[in-house]
Nanobody, 116 residues
Framework: QVQLVESGGGLVQAGGSLRLSCAAS????????MGWYRQAPGKQRELVAT???????NYADSVKGRFTISRDNDKNTVYLQMNSLKPEDTAVYYC??????????WGQGTQVTVSS
C-alpha cells in the first residue's frame, strides 16, 4: 500500500499564489508518474499537471504559464506551484501517484479557494 498526503491548500485572493505538496509513503519500490488533478463542485475531475520520474511534464491548457509541477524523487514528493490564481481555479486538488508494481493511488484532496 502507498499513502499520499497532500498539504498547502487554502484561501487566496485572485492573483495570489499557493504551493501544494504531496508526499508518498508506505511500500514503495519506485514511483513512476506523479500528478495533480482537481474537481470543482458539479464538475468532473480533470487533469492539472503530471510529471514523469525523469522530469517530463504535461499541463492542462488552462494552467500553462501559471502553474509549475516539480518533484523530489529522493523524497517521493511532488509539488505544484500555482501563481496568478483565478477564481476558476477553485477546486479540491488531488494528488496521484503511479507505483511501478502496485498501480495508481490518490490522495485525500486539499481545498483551494480563490476569491475574486
Amino acid at each position: 500500500q502507498v499513502q499520499l498526503v497532500e498539504s498547502g491548500g487554502g484561501l487566496v485572493q485572485a492573483g495570489g499564489s499557493l504551493r501544494l505538496s504531496c508526499a508518498a509513503s508506505g511500500r514503495i519500490f519506485r514511483i513512476r508518474d506523479m500528478g495533480w488533478y482537481r474537481q470543482a463542485p458539479g464538475k468532473q475531475r480533470e487533469l492539472v499537471a503530471t510529471i514523469t520520474s525523469s522530469g517530463r511534464t504535461n499541463y492542462a491548457d488552462s494552467v500553462k504559464g501559471r502553474f509549475t509541477i516539480s518533484r523530489d524523487n529522493d523524497k517521493n514528493t511532488v509539488y505544484l506551484q500555482m501563481n496568478s490564481l483565478k477564481p476558476e481555479d477553485t477546486a479540491v486538488y488531488y494528488c496521484n501517484a503511479v507505483e511501478l508494481l502496485q498501480g495508481g493511488y490518490w490522495g485525500q484532496g486539499t481545498q483551494v479557494t480563490v476569491s475574486s
